[in-house]
C-alpha cells in the first residue's frame, strides 16, 4: 500500500527531520531530466529495501508521468546491482590478482539492452552501487554515464537522491 510523499515525510520521527526537508529537495529542480530523477529515486528505493518507500516512491513516479520502460529499468537496476555489487565488491576487498583474471560468468544482458535510455540506466546502477557500497561499480557506471554525455551535476544528484532514499529507509525503519 502506498501513501503519498507528503505522508511519508510526516511518518518519519523528528530525529529525521533534516531527511523530511532533503527528500522534498531532491525530488525537485535540478541537473537530472524527470525521468532521470523518478528512475533513480525508484531504484534507489528498491535498494534501500523498504517497501513503504519503495511502494510511495512508484506511485509518486507514475504519478508524475514516468514511463514505465523507465520504471521497469529501474527495477531491472536495482536488482542486477544486488547480485554485482556483492560480486565486485568481493573481487574489491579481497584484493587477490587470482580472482580478478577470472570471468564473472554472471549475466548482466539488461545492462547493454535496457527498455529505455542505456545511459539512464547506468545512472540508475550508479546510485544502487552507491547505496551498496561498491567502489569498483561506483566508478564503472560514473564513468560511463560522464562518457555517454552526463556530467557531475548529473552524478552528483543521482547519488543525493539515493543517499536520502537510504536515509528514508533506515528513518522508517527506527
Not at 3 to 23: F, G, H, M, S, V
Request: hydrophobic share 45%; proline share 2%.
Amino acid at each position: 500500500m502506498s501513501i503519498t510523499l507528503e505522508a511519508l515525510q510526516d511518518q518519519l520521527p523528528d530525529a529525521a527531520r533534516d531527511l523530511k526537508l532533503n527528500l522534498q529537495a531532491v525530488l525537485g529542480e535540478g541537473a537530472l531530466s524527470a525521468s532521470q530523477k523518478w528512475g533513480t529515486a525508484v531504484a534507489s528505493a528498491y535498494a534501500a529495501r523498504n517497501p513503504l518507500l519503495r511502494d510511495t516512491v512508484l506511485a509518486a513516479a507514475r504519478a508524475a508521468g514516468t514511463d514505465e520502460n523507465t520504471l521497469e529499468d529501474a527495477r531491472a537496476a536495482a536488482a542486477l546491482m544486488a547480485m554485482n555489487n556483492v560480486f565486485y565488491r568481493f573481487r574489491h576487498m579481497i584484493g587477490k590478482e587470482a580472482y580478478q583474471t577470472k570471468p564473472a560468468r554472471l549475466r548482466m544482458n539488461r545492462i547493454a539492452k535496457p527498455l529505455a535510455s542505456k545511459v539512464d540506466f547506468e545512472l540508475y546502477c550508479l546510485a544502487v552501487s552507491a547505496i551498496n557500497g561498491c567502489e569498483a561499480c561506483v566508478r564503472s557506471h560514473e564513468d560511463v554515464v560522464i562518457k555517454g554525455g552526463l556530467n557531475e551535476d548529473h552524478v552528483q544528484d543521482a547519488v543525493r537522491i539515493a543517499s536520502v532514499m537510504h536515509g528514508v529507509a533506515v528513518a522508517l525503519e527506527s
